[in-house]
């Protein structure tokens, strides 16, 4: 019986622990637009060196990112890419973009700064969203694929 209370008891200290766990997870605001770029890194030496970024607001003739806000770019290592829509994502429906500033992005409207030398995660209490990935392929040929 003893044995029973304990198992009770403790069953419900679990539910109240994991019931009380304030849920952090935010969906980024900035809609996913269709991204499904090819660029040539001959013609873009600012990415030949690694933890440079550069913003496209054109790829091949063709606006990107959502509202064709762009993307940036950046180079994490010597066969490695980190992409991110420029939309900040605390003023979607704004004309402006994030600006990249060393080696963060951030954004004119609110002073919001973003990590993309890693994951687009914000670096100060500004914004409560990450800006938005996009997946990297790099060939072999010195071209880099940007895609979702």
């Given at each position: 019986?003893?044995?029973?209370?304990?198992?009770?008891?403790?069953?419900?200290?679990?539910?109240?622990?994991?019931?009380?766990?304030?849920?952090?997870?935010?969906?980024?605001?900035?809609?996913?637009?269709?991204?499904?770029?090819?660029?040539?890194?001959?013609?873009?030496?600012?990415?030949?060196?690694?933890?440079?970024?550069?913003?496209?607001?054109?790829?091949?003739g063709s606006q990107v990112g959502y509202k064709g806000?762009?993307?940036?770019?950046?180079?994490?290592?010597?066969?490695?890419?980190?992409?991110?829509?420029?939309?900040?994502?605390?003023?979607?429906?704004?004309?402006?973009?994030?600006?990249?500033?060393?080696?963060?992005?951030?954004?004119?409207?609110?002073?919001?700064?973003?990590?993309?030398?890693?994951?687009?995660?914000?670096?100060?209490?500004?914004?409560?969203?990450?800006?938005?990935?996009?997946?990297?392929?790099?060939?072999?040929?010195?071209?880099?694929?940007?895609?979702?």
């Amino acid at each position: 019986m003893a044995f029973l209370k304990y198992k009770l008891l403790l069953i419900i200290g679990i539910l109240l622990i994991v019931g009380g766990c304030e849920d952090d997870y935010m969906p980024n605001p900035v809609p996913e637009v269709r991204v499904n770029a090819t660029i040539y890194l001959n013609y873009h030496s600012e990415l030949n060196a690694v933890g440079n970024s550069k913003y496209f607001e054109m790829i091949n003739g063709s606006q990107v990112g959502y509202k064709g806000h762009g993307i940036i770019i950046t180079r994490t290592a010597p066969n490695k890419f980190v992409a991110f829509d420029a939309t900040c994502p605390n003023h979607i429906d704004s004309e402006s973009h994030v600006e990249i500033k060393g080696s963060f992005a951030v954004c004119p409207m609110g002073d919001a700064k973003f990590n993309i030398l890693i994951d687009g995660s914000p670096i100060n209490a500004k914004s409560k969203y990450a800006l938005r990935t996009l997946h990297t392929f790099f060939k072999s040929n010195n071209t880099l694929r940007v895609y979702n």
